[in-house]
Every structure is written in structure tokens, then in C-alpha cells.
């Protein structure tokens, strides 16, 4: 029986872990495995909420084994850090445990190997930014800016220092940096009902960018100029045109000399494929370190390794390549199942990816959602409000469909709506 392995289980490899288990898996036509550093799958595009506390690991974190187990699938935990195209096998880090290791580094082997996982803060090389700035990558890392935020919050509370703000910066004024910046300010609004004492205005958040505008990857102007009114009426000050060239411990130094103190730093300013893919096998990489693949997700240098999301680089008919997005790894997975399954019966995997825009919404918590839809019919439509908002979540509640199944994903819907009423609005701890 042939062995298809997957590394990553985020937004594009669980759609592809999951399909291939209940159609291959289960009938005992192939077997499938899935590999990934985390126990738990966390949908990425939802980080931000779980950096603020307004979403529950609780109850939108799904544990790898039991989904592979109810799947088709095995799950193996482990972080990928090399691959041996000879012999066919990747090659995992061992797990430890503080000073203790739990399982020693181990090797899988593959008949064909998907990699998908995903992509990491890209620094620009600007000195400080590794040591004093959080990202947002990793559920771990979300947690880690939960829990800074939450003492920082309970010192300015317990000391009373009602002059003094809370200081926060956020360098990149994209989606996810617009985005952040609006969860917590709702997410400071919340911390009244929990006896905090203390108003939105103590929290002082500034989003910085060298860019010109904000959300420079979304083409409407009219979009960015929204979000832009709506982030200041919101006290969000938004400095454009401002270049960081270094962060320290209690702040960051623009270009230029002036210094600007905070206390929580958010690197939202790119994002790049994991470093070590360049020395990874002898695959071909770009300068991003994304796996170079041909259209039909199939890695230049080896036909039995694919990659999707953003940790490759698809070449589009425009010279472009595919961007890094949730809706491009999920679309690319469903492709990759279905090129691995003519593999499977001995046909070409002719699929290639295509990228429609089916457009960007930017969702600035409770207070406005607003962007475009159907970018790929010249220019779009631009939609705000209740119809963005419904659209906007709308992704979530297909990855729920997907991964789940159509009873259980309907169910896990109307059990974190249940949850919105039922539980308090922020998890703090
Ligand atoms: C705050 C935020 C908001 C976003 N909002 C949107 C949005 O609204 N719409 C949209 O389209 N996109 C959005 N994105 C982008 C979207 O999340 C990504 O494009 C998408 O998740 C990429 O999917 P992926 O499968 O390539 O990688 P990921 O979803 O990142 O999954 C990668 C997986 O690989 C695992 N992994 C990583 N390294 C290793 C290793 N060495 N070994 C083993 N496992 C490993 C990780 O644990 C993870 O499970 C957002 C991103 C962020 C951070």
C-alpha cells in the first residue's frame, strides 16, 4: 500500500489530510499520514482573536489525533527539519519536554509527500526585531500575547497608574495588523465587566507602516481609506510612511531617530516560507524561501513531493505567483488530492491551480467589516456591513464543513454561537 504523507495540518493540509483519509485512508487504499509540530489545529485567520481572548482553544481548537482517528488518517507529532529524497523519508526534530526528551528524532517515509506549513514573520533583517517584538504565527505565540497584554493590564489596574497608558505598536498596517489593533481595543472595552478599572483611552495603539497607505495588498483605495477612518474614530493612531530600523525592549526607533516606547511590540510586517525550506532536500526555493512548484503543485526538482499554501510558490499565467492566503492553500489542497489520486492510478496529475480573487474582507472586530468580493470580475464589488461580516466568516464556516463533516461542522457552529451567549466575552486566562 503506497504512503502519502502530509507536514502541516493548517488551512490548506487538513482539507488535504482529511480528504485523503476518508476517501483513501479508511478503504485501506492508501495510507495517510499527517505530521505536524502542533497537537492541536488552530485556524490560523483566527489568531488574533486568540491574542486578545475573544476566541476559546477550548472550543476552536480540534486535536489532530482525534480527527485523524474519526478520519481515515494517523497523526504523528513532530517538526519537520529535513528531508531525504533518496531514501524517501523526512526527518523530525525530537520532542521535548523542558530539558527531557519525549521521543527522539525519528524519520517517516513517503511514497509522496505534501508540504504545507505555511509561513513565518519575515524581519527584514532590522536588528532587535527577533528579540523584542511578539508575532503572530503560532497558536503558541497568540497565547504569549494574550498572557503579556493580561499582567500588563492587571499591574496598570492594581497600581491604579490612571495617568499612564497602556502602550501598544504594531508594525505592518495590513489585513492582520488592522485587524489586531481593532480586536484589542474591543478586547480592552470587554476588560470593564471583569471589575478592571479602567476605559478604552488608557490603551494607546499606534499601527506604523513604510508603506503609503494602509492595506497596501488590497487594490481599492476606497476599501483602505474605510478601514483608515475607521481605525482612527476607533483612537487607533495610524502612522503611514514611518520605517522602522530598529526595536528594543521598551519600544522602537523609526528612521530618522525618534523613539517611540511601548509596551507590547506586534511584527505583522510580512511574511516568508520557514527558513531551513532552502536547505531542505535540494528543492528549489525563491528568495522568500518558498518551495518552487509547477502549476499542478508539484515541487520543480521532485515529482513525489508537492507543497501548497504559503510555503510554495505557484507560478500563475500572468508571471505572478499565487499569494499567501487562506483561500489559496484550501483550493489548493482540494487540488492536490485529486492530482494525488491519478498518481494513485498511474495518470498525470494535470490539475493546475488557478487563482480567482474571490476578494479580501478586512473584519475590525465588533466595530466594521468592509471589502471587496469577486475581484477576479475587473475591480469587484466593494460590500461593508452585515453582508461583509456574514461573508467574512463565511470562510471559517467552510473550513468548519470541510474538516468535520456536514452534521458535526453545523453542530460545532451552533455550539460556539451558544458559546457567544453563554460564556463570558473575553477567556482571560
Ligand atoms: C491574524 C491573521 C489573519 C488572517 N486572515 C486571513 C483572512 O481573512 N483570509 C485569508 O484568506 N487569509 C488570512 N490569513 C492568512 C492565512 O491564515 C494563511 O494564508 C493560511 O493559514 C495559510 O495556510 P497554510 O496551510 O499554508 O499554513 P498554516 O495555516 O499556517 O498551517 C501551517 C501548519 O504547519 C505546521 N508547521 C509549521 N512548521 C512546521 C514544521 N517544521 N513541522 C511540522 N509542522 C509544521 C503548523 O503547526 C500549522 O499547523 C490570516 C493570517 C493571520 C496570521
Request: charged letters at 25%; hydrophobic letters at 40%.
Amino acid at each position: 500500500m503506497k504512503r502519502i504523507v502530509i507536514v502541516g495540518g493548517g488551512a490548506g493540509g487538513i482539507g488535504v489530510a482529511t480528504r485523503l483519509g476518508r476517501r483513501l485512508g479508511r478503504k485501506k487504499k492508501a495510507e495517510v499520514i499527517l505530521v505536524d509540530m502542533a497537537e492541536n489545529h488552530v485556524w490560523k485567520p483566527l489568531l488574533h482573536e486568540l491574542a486578545t481572548g475573544t476566541l476559546d482553544t477550548g472550543i476552536d481548537a480540534m486535536s489532530f489525533r482525534g480527527h485523524a482517528r474519526a478520519n481515515g488518517y494517523r497523526f504523528q507529532q513532530g517538526r519537520l527539519t529535513g528531508i531525504d529524497r533518496e531514501q524517501r523519508r523526512i526527518e523530525l526534530a525530537p520532542i521535548m519536554d523542558g530539558d527531557q526528551e519525549l521521543l527522539p528524532a525519528r524519520t517517516i517515509a513517503y511514497d509522496y509527500l505534501v508540504v504545507a506549513i505555511g509561513s513565518v514573520a519575515k524581519d527584514f533583517g532590522i536588528p532587535g526585531v527577533q528579540e523584542h517584538c511578539h508575532f503572530l504565527d503560532t497558536t503558541q505565540q497568540a497565547l504569549d500575547i494574550k498572557d503579556t497584554l493580561r499582567k500588563r493590564f492587571l499591574r496598570y489596574a492594581r497600581e491604579e497608574r490612571l495617568s499612564e497608558q497602556v502602550k501598544v505598536i504594531i508594525i505592518g498596517a495590513g489585513a492582520t495588523g488592522a485587524e489586531m489593533a481593532a480586536e484589542m481595543m474591543h478586547a480592552a472595552d470587554q476588560l470593564k465587566g471583569y471589575g478592571f478599572n479602567m476605559d478604552p483611552a488608557m490603551l494607546s495603539i499606534t499601527l506604523i507602516d513604510a508603506a503609503e497607505r494602509i492595506l497596501p495588498q488590497v487594490p481599492r483605495e476606497a476599501i483602505a481609506n474605510s478601514v483608515a477612518r475607521q481605525l482612527e474614530n476607533m483612537g487607533i493612531q495610524v502612522r503611514m510612511g514611518q520605517r522602522v530600523v530598529r526595536a528594543e525592549a521598551d519600544g522602537i526607533v523609526l528612521a530618522g531617530g525618534e523613539k517611540l516606547p511601548s509596551d507590547l511590540t506586534l511584527w505583522a510586517a510580512g511574511i516568508q516560507a520557514p527558513e531551513f525550506l532552502a536547505d531542505i532536500g535540494g528543492l528549489e526555493t525563491n528568495a522568500d524561501h518558498q518551495l518552487v512548484v509547477k502549476p499542478n503543485a508539484q515541487t520543480t526538482r521532485d515529482e513525489r513531493i508537492f507543497a501548497i499554501g504559503d510555503c510554495c510558490a505557484c507560478p500563475q499565467a500572468d508571471g505572478s505567483i499565487a499569494p499567501p492566503r487562506g483561500q489559496v492553500a484550501r483550493q489548493m489542497g482540494h487540488m492536490v488530492v485529486n492530482n494525488l489520486i491519478d498518481l494513485l492510478n498511474d495518470r498525470e496529475p494535470r490539475r493546475e491551480y488557478v487563482y480567482r480573487d474571490l476578494g479580501s474582507l478586512v473584519n475590525l472586530s465588533r466595530f466594521h467589516t468592509v471589502g471587496n468580493l469577486f475581484s477576479f470580475l475587473g475591480g469587484g464589488v466593494m460590500v461593508e456591513g452585515r453582508l461583509a461580516r456574514f461573508t467574512y466568516h463565511s470562510l471559517y464556516r467552510r473550513h468548519l464543513l470541510e474538516v468535520y463533516g456536514l452534521l458535526r461542522g453545523t453542530l460545532m457552529m451552533t455550539v460556539r454561537s451558544l458559546s457567544h451567549f453563554l460564556r463570558p466575552a473575553l477567556k482571560l486566562h
